[in-house]
């Protein structure tokens, strides 16, 4: 094989692609895309609950008091 040959089949298999499957990849990449954000905005929102959680029942007196050391200054 010469090197002419494997630059014809790459823009054949290119303009076929584009011809016959390419809007199907596109709506694949933006469904992936929307499945990722779906989930980090999930983990996002968990989070921000499990924080506001965390601070409405909190009980002082079972909180440590930071007492820094004067290394720590």
Known sequence: MNLMSNF???STCRV???AGGGEAA???IFFLLA???AMLGGVGVFMF???RREKEHLD???SDDYVPTESAR
Do not use: F, G
Request: glycine share 0%.
């Open 8 to 10: 014809l089949s790459c």
């Open 16 to 18: 076929t692609m584009i």
């Open 26 to 28: 596109s709506w694949s």
């Open 35 to 37: 499945v990722i954000l």
């Open 49 to 51: 609950h499990l924080a």
């Open 60 to 62: 002082p007196t079972l």
